[in-house]
């Protein structure tokens, strides 16, 4: 028996279509309540994400194809969404279809600085320590050369900063963390 989880989990994000909602960390609740209303609770990447409208019309109609013919999509904005909600299998997608993962946890980003100091510090939106401007070693998603150098810090979408490759010269966009 399909459970309204696994019909939700298929839906793909609109902007990365190689994820699903699942594999974002964007899928966060799915509930079917006494009455056989499906509830399902998502949470934006970030506040105004253009993505939401689109997100909850795909959860509904694919639920509703599925024979859930109640169903609500609330927004929760806590805990805040985190790159670190990206599953092991998003982050291989994503780096199969050419975009740069952020790191599995922010603190686990390795700078390129000496000093060991700045390996603890926050990581700005572009992949930059803020008070040392050492900047993280970005992997290309195509060589795996960390020889890469940002191009701009809006990619694609908001959510992404462009970068190029210095080894095989390839552009590519870098999921950015937070």
Known sequence: MTTAWDVAATVVD?????LTLADLG???????????AVVVAITPTYSGCPAMATMRDDLVRRLNDEGFSDV????????????????????RKLREFG?????????????TA????TRAMPIDVAGISPLRRASVDIACPRCASTRTQLV??????????????L??????????PH
């Open 72 to 91: 609500r999509v609330r927004v929760t904005l806590h805990p805040a969404w985190t790159t670190d909600w990206i599953t092991p299998e998003g982050r």
């Open 26 to 36: 964007v899928l966060r609740e799915v509930e079917v309540e006494d009455d056989g």
């Open 114 to 117: 000496a000093d060991p100091a």
């Open 14 to 18: 609109p902007e990365l279509p190689m």
């Open 167 to 176: 080894d095989c010269l390839e552009p590519f966009d870098y999921f950015k």
């Open 152 to 165: 701009s810090q809006f990619g694609s979408t908001a959510c992404k900063a462009h970068y190029r490759c």
């Open 99 to 111: 975009i740069a993962p952020p790191p599995g946890t922010r603190s686990a980003a390795r700078t």
